[in-house]
């Protein structure tokens, strides 16, 4: 279907079609396809995003996630067909991770071999360099000496020799260890997190909610939707990207982006 042009559908009467009749023709067509139908008209607009379970999120979530991602857990803090195949559109990058990795077949895991003296990581498909974004990240094995959660620009490695806070080790990322609760960023401890005494240490399976702020160049951290605290200021005007690295081996880290976070 042509989502510009004079002719056809678009500039006969095809607007005019009912919403349920709409709503089917959509469920065939792709997330591309579907961006460019959302610009044609009003009524295309609110037949696409008016409801978030509507049949054309709900096929095309289908059709672009794996089952697995679908049926278990991984997705329950995201409600919407919608916001799930935005999360897979967000989901880690199969060609932008160290060589040591690999994406699970749900499409939101990385898997860790077991490859001694290598410290790896992994970057999503997308980044950000306005707005305001959450994610949720979490470990599904041991954490290892080092296990860290951050972002980081296109330029910081995602691979190196030995095992060290990789996440963090130069001035293009910044990351969390959840081993030491220590922040790091251009090779530097900036101080522990969360400041407080006695800080918990991460359980195995928790979920850590990241929280970037693009517009107060700030990124922030939650657990159990207790806020953490501010971890970071000052962060550059560049497109930065939600990261990780680890170094056990078979480890297992999931990441799932929520999207706007949700204030108070």
């Known amino acids: 279907m042509a989502a510009g042009g004079g002719g056809g559908a678009v500039g006969g009467a095809g607007w005019r079609l009912p919403g349920r009749v709409l709503e089917l023709v959509f469920s065939y067509l792709e997330l591309r396809e579907l961006r460019s139908c959302a610009l044609v008209c ?18 095309l979530a289908a059709r672009s996630l794996a089952e697995e991602a679908l049926r278990t857990d991984i997705l329950c803090n995201v409600p919407t067909y919608k916001g799930k195949v935005r999360a897979f559109q967000h989901a880690f990058s199969t060609n932008d991770c160290s060589r040591n990795v690999y994406i699970k077949k749900n499409g939101f895991t990385l898997h860790r071999n077991p490859i001694a003296q290598s410290t790896d990581g992994a970057r999503t498909k997308i980044g950000f360099s306005e707005g305001r974004h959450a994610w949720e990240v979490w470990w599904e094995g041991p954490l290892g000496t080092v296990a860290v959660i951050g972002i980081a620009t296109k330029r910081a490695p995602m691979q190196c020799q ?22 790091l960023h251009n090779g530097e401890v900036n101080g522990s997190f969360p400041q407080c005494n006695n800080a918990p240490k991460y359980q195995i399976g928790e979920r850590i909610r990241v929280i970037l702020d693009m517009e107060d160049k700030t990124l922030a951290f939650e657990r159990g939707y207790e806020f953490l605290g501010v971890a970071f200021r000052g962060l550059p005007k560049a497109c930065l990207y939600p990261a990780v ?11 799932v982006y929520l999207g706007k976070p949700l204030d108070g």
């Open 42 to 59: 009003r009524l295309w607009h609110h037949v696409l995003h008016g409801d978030e379970n509507s049949e054309v999120w709900r096929s």
């Open 162 to 183: 030995g095992y060290v806070a990789l996440l963090g080790s130069d001035d293009q990322s910044w990351g969390w260890n959840l081993v030491d609760n220590n922040l």
């Open 245 to 255: 690295s680890a170094v056990y081996g078979n480890t297992e880290v999931t990441l």
